[in-house]
Protein backbone atom coordinates (compact mmCIF):
# COMPACT_ATOMS: atom_id res chain seq x y z
CA UNK A 1 0.00 0.00 0.00
CA UNK A 2 1.75 3.25 -1.30
CA UNK A 3 0.62 5.91 1.25
CA UNK A 4 2.65 8.68 -0.47
CA UNK A 5 2.38 8.95 -3.97
CA UNK A 6 4.30 10.50 -7.01
CA UNK A 7 2.48 9.52 -10.19
CA UNK A 8 4.72 11.50 -12.27
CA UNK A 9 8.14 9.90 -12.82
CA UNK A 10 9.51 12.94 -14.80
CA UNK A 11 9.55 16.42 -15.34
CA UNK A 12 11.36 18.72 -18.20
CA UNK A 13 10.87 22.34 -17.30
CA UNK A 14 12.71 24.81 -19.27
CA UNK A 15 15.59 26.59 -17.17
CA UNK A 16 13.88 30.05 -15.53
CA UNK A 17 10.34 28.82 -16.10
CA UNK A 18 8.40 27.14 -12.99
CA UNK A 19 8.56 23.34 -12.02
CA UNK A 20 5.61 22.20 -10.23
CA UNK A 21 6.41 18.38 -8.96
CA UNK A 22 2.90 17.11 -7.29
CA UNK A 23 2.15 14.25 -4.39
CA UNK A 24 -0.85 12.78 -3.10
CA UNK A 25 -1.07 10.74 0.40
CA UNK A 26 -3.68 8.32 1.75
CA UNK A 27 -2.82 8.36 5.61
CA UNK A 28 -4.55 11.16 7.18
CA UNK A 29 -3.02 10.83 10.00
CA UNK A 30 0.48 12.08 8.44
CA UNK A 31 1.00 15.75 9.97
CA UNK A 32 4.21 16.68 8.45
CA UNK A 33 5.08 16.50 5.25
CA UNK A 34 9.00 17.17 3.51
CA UNK A 35 10.78 17.25 0.00
CA UNK A 36 13.75 15.40 -0.55
CA UNK A 37 16.35 16.13 -3.30
CA UNK A 38 18.79 13.17 -4.45
CA UNK A 39 21.60 13.87 -7.20
CA UNK A 40 22.73 10.55 -8.37
CA UNK A 41 25.29 7.95 -6.15
CA UNK A 42 24.27 10.81 -3.47
CA UNK A 43 22.23 10.48 -0.66
CA UNK A 44 18.97 12.17 -0.14
CA UNK A 45 19.29 15.44 1.10
CA UNK A 46 16.28 17.39 2.79
CA UNK A 47 14.98 20.73 0.79
CA UNK A 48 11.66 21.85 2.36
CA UNK A 49 9.07 20.89 4.51
CA UNK A 50 5.48 21.68 5.78
CA UNK A 51 3.28 20.94 8.75
CA UNK A 52 -0.44 20.32 8.63
CA UNK A 53 -1.19 23.57 10.64
CA UNK A 54 0.00 25.64 7.26
CA UNK A 55 -1.25 25.25 3.86
CA UNK A 56 2.25 27.38 2.35
CA UNK A 57 5.98 27.04 2.94
CA UNK A 58 8.31 29.21 1.00
CA UNK A 59 12.21 29.12 0.89
CA UNK A 60 13.58 30.96 -1.64
CA UNK A 61 12.44 30.07 -5.01
CA UNK A 62 11.23 26.92 -3.27
CA UNK A 63 7.60 26.86 -2.30
CA UNK A 64 5.34 24.03 -1.01
CA UNK A 65 1.58 24.20 -0.64
CA UNK A 66 -0.43 21.54 1.23
CA UNK A 67 -4.13 21.14 0.60
CA UNK A 68 -5.40 18.76 3.22
CA UNK A 69 -9.00 18.58 1.92
CA UNK A 70 -7.61 16.86 -0.71
CA UNK A 71 -4.43 15.31 0.73
CA UNK A 72 -2.36 17.07 -2.09
CA UNK A 73 1.17 18.70 -2.24
CA UNK A 74 2.80 20.56 -4.08
CA UNK A 75 6.67 21.64 -4.75
CA UNK A 76 7.18 24.92 -6.84
CA UNK A 77 10.79 25.95 -8.07
CA UNK A 78 10.95 28.96 -9.41
CA UNK A 79 12.82 29.88 -11.63
CA UNK A 80 14.07 26.58 -12.22
CA UNK A 81 17.94 26.65 -12.85
CA UNK A 82 19.88 23.89 -14.55
CA UNK A 83 21.10 22.65 -11.16
CA UNK A 84 17.81 21.84 -9.78
CA UNK A 85 18.22 18.55 -12.28
CA UNK A 86 17.66 15.67 -9.63
CA UNK A 87 15.04 13.21 -8.63
CA UNK A 88 12.86 14.87 -6.03
CA UNK A 89 10.94 12.87 -3.24
CA UNK A 90 8.04 13.86 -0.98
CA UNK A 91 8.27 12.47 2.35
CA UNK A 92 5.82 12.40 5.26
CA UNK A 93 5.48 11.33 9.08
CA UNK A 94 3.15 11.39 11.65
CA UNK A 95 3.23 13.17 14.60
CA UNK A 96 5.05 11.37 17.35
CA UNK A 97 6.17 8.73 15.69
CA UNK A 98 8.74 9.04 13.34
CA UNK A 99 8.79 6.48 10.76
CA UNK A 100 9.15 8.68 7.33
CA UNK A 101 7.17 7.76 3.99
CA UNK A 102 8.61 8.55 0.81
CA UNK A 103 7.54 8.53 -2.15
CA UNK A 104 8.65 6.81 -5.48
CA UNK A 105 10.08 10.02 -7.02
CA UNK A 106 10.10 12.46 -9.63
CA UNK A 107 13.00 12.77 -11.46
CA UNK A 108 13.15 16.49 -12.68
CA UNK A 109 14.94 17.92 -15.87
CA UNK A 110 15.99 21.27 -16.08
CA UNK A 111 16.98 22.37 -19.92
CA UNK A 112 19.11 25.10 -20.46
CA UNK B 1 32.40 12.74 10.38
CA UNK B 2 30.24 15.46 10.00
CA UNK B 3 27.65 13.35 8.19
CA UNK B 4 26.30 10.00 7.93
CA UNK B 5 29.03 7.54 6.78
CA UNK B 6 28.62 4.16 5.70
CA UNK B 7 30.28 1.27 4.27
CA UNK B 8 31.07 -0.29 1.95
CA UNK B 9 30.40 2.05 -0.92
CA UNK B 10 29.47 -0.88 -3.34
CA UNK B 11 29.46 -4.39 -2.56
CA UNK B 12 29.42 -6.97 -4.83
CA UNK B 13 28.05 -10.64 -4.12
CA UNK B 14 27.16 -14.14 -4.63
CA UNK B 15 23.99 -15.43 -4.15
CA UNK B 16 23.94 -17.20 -1.10
CA UNK B 17 26.40 -15.44 0.84
CA UNK B 18 25.81 -13.07 3.28
CA UNK B 19 26.66 -9.39 3.18
CA UNK B 20 26.67 -6.86 5.99
CA UNK B 21 26.33 -3.48 5.96
CA UNK B 22 28.03 -0.74 8.42
CA UNK B 23 26.43 3.06 9.82
CA UNK B 24 27.80 5.27 11.30
CA UNK B 25 25.02 8.42 12.31
CA UNK B 26 25.72 11.63 13.25
CA UNK B 27 27.20 12.11 16.74
CA UNK B 28 24.46 12.57 18.93
CA UNK B 29 21.37 11.62 16.71
CA UNK B 30 19.75 9.04 18.48
CA UNK B 31 17.46 7.96 15.59
CA UNK B 32 18.34 5.62 13.17
CA UNK B 33 16.95 4.65 10.18
CA UNK B 34 17.65 2.12 6.92
CA UNK B 35 16.03 2.41 3.85
CA UNK B 36 16.67 0.91 0.80
CA UNK B 37 16.05 1.73 -3.00
CA UNK B 38 15.82 -0.71 -5.60
CA UNK B 39 16.54 0.28 -9.28
CA UNK B 40 13.98 2.25 -10.59
CA UNK B 41 11.47 2.51 -7.42
CA UNK B 42 11.43 4.89 -4.26
CA UNK B 43 12.38 4.39 -0.81
CA UNK B 44 11.18 1.87 1.04
CA UNK B 45 11.25 1.57 4.72
CA UNK B 46 13.13 -1.51 6.43
CA UNK B 47 13.78 -0.60 10.56
CA UNK B 48 14.08 2.26 12.47
CA UNK B 49 16.01 2.36 15.87
CA UNK B 50 15.67 5.06 18.55
CA UNK B 51 18.99 3.99 20.83
CA UNK B 52 19.50 0.64 20.65
CA UNK B 53 16.32 -0.58 20.27
CA UNK B 54 14.27 -1.11 17.39
CA UNK B 55 10.43 0.11 17.78
CA UNK B 56 9.71 -0.58 13.84
CA UNK B 57 11.04 -2.97 11.99
CA UNK B 58 8.09 -3.58 9.87
CA UNK B 59 9.73 -3.19 6.80
CA UNK B 60 12.94 -5.55 7.20
CA UNK B 61 11.47 -7.80 3.48
CA UNK B 62 12.13 -11.57 5.04
CA UNK B 63 13.72 -12.90 8.52
CA UNK B 64 17.14 -12.83 6.03
CA UNK B 65 16.99 -8.91 6.80
CA UNK B 66 18.63 -8.47 10.37
CA UNK B 67 20.06 -5.22 12.15
CA UNK B 68 21.45 -3.68 15.19
CA UNK B 69 22.75 -0.80 16.71
CA UNK B 70 25.30 -0.77 19.63
CA UNK B 71 26.14 2.19 21.80
CA UNK B 72 23.45 4.12 20.68
CA UNK B 73 25.65 4.87 17.60
CA UNK B 74 27.02 2.60 15.10
CA UNK B 75 24.35 -0.07 13.31
CA UNK B 76 25.15 -2.96 10.81
CA UNK B 77 22.79 -4.14 8.54
CA UNK B 78 23.09 -7.99 8.13
CA UNK B 79 21.59 -9.77 4.96
CA UNK B 80 21.74 -13.60 5.11
CA UNK B 81 22.04 -16.11 1.76
CA UNK B 82 21.38 -13.06 -0.60
CA UNK B 83 18.57 -13.53 -3.48
CA UNK B 84 19.11 -11.25 -6.60
CA UNK B 85 16.28 -9.09 -5.74
CA UNK B 86 18.24 -8.10 -2.70
CA UNK B 87 20.10 -5.91 -4.98
CA UNK B 88 19.91 -2.37 -3.87
CA UNK B 89 20.92 1.14 -2.84
CA UNK B 90 20.88 0.48 1.01
CA UNK B 91 20.42 4.20 2.94
CA UNK B 92 20.83 4.65 6.33
CA UNK B 93 19.74 8.09 7.87
CA UNK B 94 20.41 9.71 11.09
CA UNK B 95 17.81 11.89 13.25
CA UNK B 96 17.83 13.72 16.43
CA UNK B 97 15.64 12.72 19.13
CA UNK B 98 12.49 12.14 17.70
CA UNK B 99 10.61 13.82 20.42
CA UNK B 100 11.59 17.23 19.15
CA UNK B 101 12.24 15.30 15.43
CA UNK B 102 10.20 16.99 12.63
CA UNK B 103 10.91 14.26 10.13
CA UNK B 104 13.53 15.66 8.96
CA UNK B 105 16.53 13.03 8.00
CA UNK B 106 20.06 13.15 7.15
CA UNK B 107 21.15 10.22 5.06
CA UNK B 108 24.27 8.53 4.32
CA UNK B 109 25.22 8.17 0.46
CA UNK B 110 24.34 4.61 0.52
CA UNK B 111 25.82 1.43 -0.02
CA UNK B 112 25.03 -0.35 -3.53
CA UNK B 113 24.77 -3.89 -3.45
CA UNK B 114 24.94 -6.52 -6.15
CA UNK B 115 23.91 -9.99 -6.29
CA UNK B 116 25.47 -12.20 -9.12
Known amino acids: DQQVKQNSPSLSVQEGRISILNCDYTNSMFDYFLWYKKYPAEGPTFLISISSIKDKNEDGRFTVFLNKSAKHLSLHIVPSQPGDSAVYFC???????????FGTGTKLQVIP | GAGVSQSPSNKVTEKGKDVELRCDPISGHTALYWYRQSLGQGLEFLIYFQGNSAPDKSGLPSDRFSAERTGGSVSTLTIQRTQQEDSAVYLC??????????????FGEGSRLTVL
Open chain 1, 91 to 101: AASAGGYQKVT
Open chain 2, 93 to 106: ASSLDPAANTGELF
